[in-house]
């Protein structure tokens, strides 16, 4: 079964500073993707950055990039020059190739101080 | 990227009634659409996956009965639920994809808040 873990259920950063997000994963396909969802108050669930696991190199995407470890099954977002907008709960996903259904961990709430 | 829609934004109903969920794909034609619930400050629980003029797929622990999903065209989804209690009361996102393999992206509708009285 595939699952996903999300240790830090709060975290803080300071306006224009760097917070790292951390997941784990565990699966047993070969062929999966994994993703960082934003949930802003409004709960529209936003695409935030996606990895393929074939991929080497780790995704960016302008401020948000990510450090994927596929030996260690580990997928952190890295957001940097934070910003007040950037204030969310922030979820891992993963979906693989037999399954294909997003699973998701239980999310981060990410505060931003100014 | 490609708009979700859910209508109701959100509703009220009386316990004991039936309250239909739509969700819409705009611009896009969705093979495959899921379903989710959301309790407060938890994670998103996938409910269901149905793919246009299939039987949706239910997870374990769903009724079917209770929780029933129509995916009768490409743009269009609808979850009922039916004979909501209060504990029915809940966040249900719905989300779309253009195909059935993975490397496509789910766009998520903005959801729709149940509140069973």
């Known amino acids: 079964a595939q699952t996903v873990t999300q240790s830090q259920p709060e975290m803080s950063v300071q306006e224009a500073e760097t917070v790292t997000l951390s997941c784990t994963y565990d699966t047993s396909e070969s062929d999966y993707y994994l993703f960082w969802y934003k949930q802003p108050p409004s709960r529209q669930m936003i695409l935030v950055i996606r990895q393929e696991a074939y991929k080497q190199q780790n995704a960016t995407e302008n401020r948000f990039s990510v450090n994927f470890q596929k030996a260690a099954k580990s997928f952190s977002l890295k957001i940097s020059d934070s910003q007040l907008g950037d204030a969310a709960m922030y979820f891992c996903?993963?979906?693989?190739?037999?399954?294909?259904?997003?699973?998701f961990g239980k999310g981060t709430k990410l505060s931003v101080k100014p | 990227g490609a708009v979700v829609s859910q209508h109701p934004s959100r509703v009220i109903c009386k316990s004991g009634t039936s309250v239909k969920i739509e969700c819409r794909s705009l611009?896009?034609?969705?093979?495959?659409m899921f379903w989710y619930r959301q309790f407060p400050k938890q994670s998103l629980m996938l409910m269901a996956t149905s793919n246009e003029g299939s039987k949706a797929t239910y997870e374990q622990g769903v009724e079917k009965d209770k929780f029933l999903i129509n995916h009768a065209s490409l743009t269009l989804s609808t979850l009922t639920v039916t004979s909501a209690h209060p504990e029915d009361s809940s966040f249900y996102i719905c989300s779309a994809r253009s195909g059935q393999g993975i490397n496509n992206e789910q766009f998520f509708g903005p959801g729709t808040r149940l509140t069973v009285l």
């Open positions: 611009d896009f034609q969705a093979t495959t």
């Open positions: 996903a993963h979906v693989g190739r037999s399954q294909g259904n997003l699973i």
